[in-house]
C-alpha cells in the first residue's frame, strides 16, 4: 500500500468515520456497546486517527474536533475527502463523540496474514493453515459484497462466521472422528414416529420387516436427524458434505441393490429388499468429511433418504409407494 490511509485528510479515514455515523443513524448498532477498529497493514501513522484511537474523554475529544474543523477550512473543497468530513461535523456531535470514544485504531502489523497465522497455529495444521486463511478472508468479503449489493449493511456476524469457518476446517482439517450429539431418543418419541407411519416406515411395511428392525430405524432415523441438524450449527461439518454423503449413499444402495438382483433374482420382492436393507445397513460406515461417523448415523440416513423416497428397498417401491396407504 503505497498511499496513506490514515494521513489526516485521507478519504479512507473520514470515509469509514461517515459510515459508521449512517449505520449508527440507521439502527444498525448501537454506538454505546460498539467497538469501533480501523485496522491498517502494513503499519502507517496518523496525527488525527492516532489522537481519535487515543483519547477517551468527552472534553479532550470535542477539543480535537474543534481543532480538526479550524485546520479544515483550509482543505479544498474538491479533496475527496471534503464530503465526508462534511457529513462528520454535520451530524450530531454527541453521537460523533461516542463513536470516537470506543475507536481504536490498530497498524502495527507489516504483514496482514501473521497475526492470523499467529492465531490459528494451535489449532490447525501447517498443511491446512494457508487454505484456511484464503477461505476466511474470501468468505468475509463475500458476505460483505452480497450486504452491499442487497442494499444491507455491510455487516458480518461473528457466531455465523466462526461456525463456518469451523465447519471448513473440520473438513480439510481433520483427523478423528465425528461423535454423536443426540441423545437417545425416547420410546414415546420412537412409538410416536411409528403411529404416524412416515414414508420410511411405510418402505419398510413393503419389506414387512419386524417390529424390532423397524423400531431400531425409527430410533437412528431421529438420531441421524439430530446430529445431522447439531454438528452444522456448531461447525463441525460442512453443509455441501451433507449432500455429497447423500450421494454417496445413493450409491452403494444401487450397488447393493444391483447385485441382490443379480444373485437372488428369483427370491420373493419383499425378502429381496429386505436383504437390501440389512446389506446396506450392515456394511462399513461410509465416512463423512473423511471422518468415522456412529453407526447410527448411516442407517438413519439410509432411512432419510427412503423418508425422500429417493432409495426404496422393495423392487416395486415407486410404483407401491404412489399407492394409497392401507389403513
Given at each position: 500500500?503505497?498511499?496513506?490511509?490514515?494521513?489526516?485528510?485521507?478519504e479512507?479515514?473520514w470515509k469509514t468515520?461517515?459510515l459508521?455515523?449512517?449505520n449508527?443513524?440507521?439502527g444498525?448498532?448501537?454506538?454505546?456497546?460498539?467497538r469501533f477498529?480501523?485496522?491498517?497493514t502494513?503499519a502507517?501513522t496518523?496525527?488525527?486517527?492516532q489522537?481519535l484511537?487515543?483519547?477517551?474523554?468527552e472534553d479532550?475529544i470535542?477539543?480535537?474536533?474543534?481543532?480538526i474543523?479550524?485546520r479544515?477550512?483550509k482543505?479544498s473543497?474538491s479533496?475527496?475527502?471534503?464530503?465526508?468530513l462534511d457529513?462528520?461535523?454535520a451530524?450530531?456531535?454527541?453521537?460523533?463523540?461516542?463513536?470516537?470514544?470506543?475507536?481504536?485504531?490498530?497498524?502495527?502489523?507489516?504483514?496482514?496474514?501473521?497475526?492470523i497465522?499467529?492465531?490459528?497455529?494451535?489449532?490447525?495444521?501447517?498443511?491446512t493453515?494457508?487454505?484456511?486463511?484464503s477461505?476466511?478472508?474470501?468468505d468475509?468479503m463475500?458476505?460483505?459484497?452480497?450486504a452491499?449489493?442487497?442494499?444491507?449493511?455491510?455487516?458480518i456476524f461473528a457466531?455465523?462466521?466462526?461456525t463456518t469457518?469451523?465447519a471448513?476446517?473440520?473438513?480439510?482439517d481433520?483427523?478423528n472422528?465425528?461423535?454423536s450429539?443426540?441423545?437417545?431418543p425416547?420410546?414415546a418419541?420412537v412409538?410416536?414416529t411409528?403411529?404416524?407411519a412416515?414414508?420410511?416406515?411405510?418402505?419398510?411395511?413393503?419389506?414387512?420387516a419386524?417390529?424390532?428392525?423397524?423400531t431400531?430405524?425409527?430410533s437412528?432415523?431421529?438420531?441421524?436427524?439430530?446430529?445431522?441438524?447439531?454438528?452444522?450449527?456448531d461447525?463441525?461439518?460442512?453443509e455441501d458434505?451433507?449432500?455429497?454423503?447423500?450421494?454417496?449413499?445413493?450409491?452403494?444402495h444401487g450397488?447393493?441393490r444391483?447385485?441382490?438382483?443379480?444373485?437372488?433374482?428369483?427370491?420373493?420382492?419383499?425378502?429381496r429388499?429386505?436383504?437390501?436393507?440389512y446389506?446396506?445397513?450392515?456394511?462399513t460406515p461410509?465416512p463423512?468429511?473423511?471422518r468415522?461417523?456412529p453407526?447410527h448415523?448411516?442407517t438413519?440416513?439410509?432411512?432419510?433418504?427412503?423418508?425422500?423416497?429417493?432409495?426404496?428397498?422393495?423392487?416395486?417401491?415407486?410404483?407401491?409407494?404412489?399407492?394409497e396407504?392401507?389403513?
Open positions: 500500500m503505497k498511499s496513506n490511509p490514515i494521513s489526516d485528510w485521507a479512507d479515514l468515520f461517515h459508521w455515523i449512517d449508527a443513524n440507521d444498525v448498532f448501537d454506538p454505546t456497546k460498539t477498529q480501523l485496522y491498517v502494513p502507517k496518523g496525527t488525527f486517527a489522537q484511537s487515543d483519547l477517551k474523554s479532550e470535542k477539543a480535537l474536533l474543534e481543532e474543523a479550524k479544515r477550512k482543505v473543497s479533496s475527496k475527502s471534503a464530503e465526508h457529513a462528520v461535523f451530524a450530531d456531535q454527541k453521537l460523533v463523540v461516542q463513536i470516537i470514544q470506543n475507536f481504536k485504531l490498530i497498524t502495527e502489523d507489516q504483514d496482514p496474514l501473521s497475526p497465522y499467529e492465531h490459528l497455529d494451535a489449532t490447525v495444521s501447517k498443511e493453515l494457508e487454505k484456511a486463511c477461505y476466511g478472508i474470501g468475509s463475500d458476505r460483505i459484497e452480497k452491499v449489493k442487497n442494499g444491507s449493511a455491510p455487516l457466531q455465523q462466521f466462526r469457518f469451523r471448513f476446517v473440520n473438513k480439510y481433520a483427523t472422528v465425528l461423535h450429539l443426540a441423545d437417545q425416547d420410546d418419541v412409538q410416536n411409528l403411529s404416524r412416515p414414508p420410511f416406515v411405510q418402505q419398510l411395511k413393503l419389506i414387512e419386524d417390529i424390532e428392525t423397524t431400531r430405524a425409527a437412528d432415523y431421529l438420531r441421524s436427524s439430530a446430529d445431522r441438524t447439531k454438528w452444522a450449527a461447525g463441525l461439518i460442512f458434505s451433507v449432500e455429497e454423503y447423500r450421494d454417496t449413499l445413493k450409491q452403494r450397488h447393493v444391483g447385485e441382490v438382483d443379480l444373485t437372488h433374482g428369483t427370491m420373493e420382492p419383499p425378502k429388499g429386505l436383504l437390501v436393507y446389506k446396506c445397513c450392515q456394511a461410509i463423512l468429511e473423511g468415522v461417523v453407526i448415523f448411516m438413519g440416513s439410509l432411512n432419510d433418504l427412503a423418508n425422500r423416497n429417493e432409495i426404496g428397498w422393495h423392487p416395486d417401491y415407486v410404483a407401491l409407494m404412489q399407492q396407504p392401507e389403513e
